[in-house]
C-alpha cells in the first residue's frame, strides 16, 4: 500500500489547513485510517483515526473540537481538517493504514504509512 500525505505548510494561529492522503490500494475502503503527528524532538503520537466505513471517528484530546477526520471511500482518500491551530500543533503529519476496519489509536496496529507532511504554526 501506497500513501501520499499533501496539505501541509505554514499558516498564523488560528487559521486552517487540510491535509489529504490517497491509498493505491482496494484495501483501503476496509480499512481504518488515522492520523498521527511528530514534532520535532518527540515522538510520535496518535492524532485521529476513523473506521472503514466512517461511522466512529477518535480523536487525541489536544485536538478534540479543533480538527476533524473524514473519509471518502470512493476517491480512496483520507483527510484531516485542522481548525484554531496552534503552534503546538507544529509537526509532521503522517497518515497510515490500519490492520483491520477499527479506528484504531494504537501506532502498532498500523501497518502500512505515508511520508509525512510538514504543518508549522506561527503565534
Known amino acids: 500500500v501506497q500513501l501520499q500525505a499533501s496539505g501541509g505548510g505554514f499558516v498564523q494561529a488560528g487559521g486552517s489547513l487540510r491535509l489529504s492522503c490517497v491509498a493505491t490500494?482496494?484495501?483501503?475502503?476496509?480499512?481504518?485510517m488515522g492520523w498521527f503527528r511528530q514534532a520535532s524532538g518527540k515522538e510520535r503520537s496518535f492524532v485521529a483515526a476513523?473506521?472503514?466505513?466512517?461511522?466512529?471517528?477518535r480523536y487525541a484530546d489536544s485536538v478534540k473540537e479543533r480538527f476533524t477526520i473524514s473519509r471518502d471511500n470512493i476517491k480512496n482518500t483520507v483527510y484531516l481538517q485542522m481548525n484554531r491551530l496552534e503552534p503546538e500543533d507544529t509537526a509532521v503529519y503522517y497518515c497510515?493504514?490500519?490492520?483491520?476496519?477499527?479506528?484504531?489509536?494504537?501506532?502498532?496496529?498500523?501497518?502500512?504509512w505515508g511520508q509525512g507532511t510538514l504543518v508549522t504554526v506561527s503565534s
Open positions: 476513523i473506521s472503514a466505513r466512517g461511522s466512529r471517528t
Open positions: 497510515a493504514q490500519a490492520y483491520g476496519s477499527d479506528a484504531a489509536t494504537a501506532a502498532p496496529r498500523y501497518t502500512d
Open positions: 490500494d482496494r484495501t483501503f475502503e476496509w480499512s481504518g
